[in-house]
């Protein structure tokens, strides 16, 4: 017959309420013992599941509070993103700004270097003004000077003109007087043909001395009748040859011919430099007789 504290047999479970505590029951001892254990055990993972249902709520709080601090940091980061943007935008601005800064910087510098050029050139132009100023200032005073002189030339060209009428109108009278003379003479002059108004064509080449001498046209008719006597007396004679020293004695520069000119000057620089005095010299020409009649006797003229 079973335990009367046990109603396994009655009702095929073990009940708590009327089981026995002692655990004498060799029936219920092991039960007990593992139910013991087991609410032992439950009581444990209940406390765990407490702790774990507290921490649960605690990380849904912390995460509640994650979330909303998401959230705000989201939007801050919205905010940062697109104050980023903005940003980003002001430095393009910028940089937009900096190179239109930069090329209006170049575009000053060109222009600067061309305003430099410019300048330069005004300074040279400048330059060549006062040159040219000061050029003009010379010719200016050299024109005043030479209007001067042109002034006094045109004076002495106007006493000059009034002797040379003088002197043509004498020599006029003087050559009609000279033919009245001749003719009563020695009478009719005789005929005598005119120069040639060209060179022979055979005679120019030695005439120029092979081309080195330039011919200049100049043609005049000097003859006289081969009947009229050319005569120099020894008083024309003696006043040519006082008018040459007089003449010599003078500086060259103030030294004037009267009859032939530079030749003249010619004929007495080549005596003084070449002497002929005591020698036997042919002379050919009025020139020659005149001029070396001073430094030598007798004298042969052609």
């Known amino acids: 017959m079973a335990d009367p504290l046990c109603f396994h047999s009655q009702s095929g479970e073990l009940d708590v309420r009327t089981s026995c505590v002692a655990g004498d029951c060799p029936t219920c001892r ?66 937009a700004q900096f190179v239109a800064v930069g090329k209006e910087r170049d575009d000053v510098r060109n222009i600067n270097a061309q305003l430099h050029a410019q300048f330069v050139a005004v300074g040279k132009e400048r330059d060549d003004l006062l040159n040219m100023n000061a050029i003009l200032h010379t010719l200016f005073v050299a024109e005043g000077k030479e209007r001067g002189d042109l002034r006094r030339l045109g004076h002495r060209a106007g006493v000059a003109e009034i002797r040379a009428r003088g002197w043509h109108y004498t020599v006029r009278r003087l050559t009609w007087r000279e033919r009245s003379l001749c003719r009563e003479l020695w009478g009719k002059p005789a005929p005598c043909p005119s120069p040639p108004k060209e060179i022979p064509a055979e005679l120019v080449e030695r005439f120029t001395m092979g081309g080195k001498v330039t011919l200049v046209h100049s043609w005049g008719d000097c003859t006289y009748p081969a009947n009229y006597l050319l005569i120099y007396g020894d008083e024309e004679i003696d006043a040519y040859i006082a008018e040459i020293a007089r003449t010599l004695a003078l500086p060259a520069e103030q030294r004037d011919w009267t009859i032939y000119g530079t030749p003249d000057r010619w004929t007495c620089e080549a005596i003084a430099k070449y002497p002929i005095a005591g020698k036997r010299v042919l002379n050919m020409g009025s020139l020659s007789t005149k001029c070396y009649r001073k430094h030598l006797d007798p004298t042969v003229t052609v």
């Open 30 to 95: 092991q039960p007990v013992l593992s139910l013991l254990r087991t609410r032992t055990e439950n009581k444990q993972l209940w406390a765990q599941a407490l702790a774990v249902g507290k921490e649960l709520a605690d990380q849904r709080a912390t995460n509640e509070r994650l979330g909303s601090e998401n959230e705000e940091l989201h939007a801050q980061l919205v905010a940062v993103g697109k104050e980023r943007d903005d940003a980003r935008n002001i430095n393009a601005q910028l940089h």
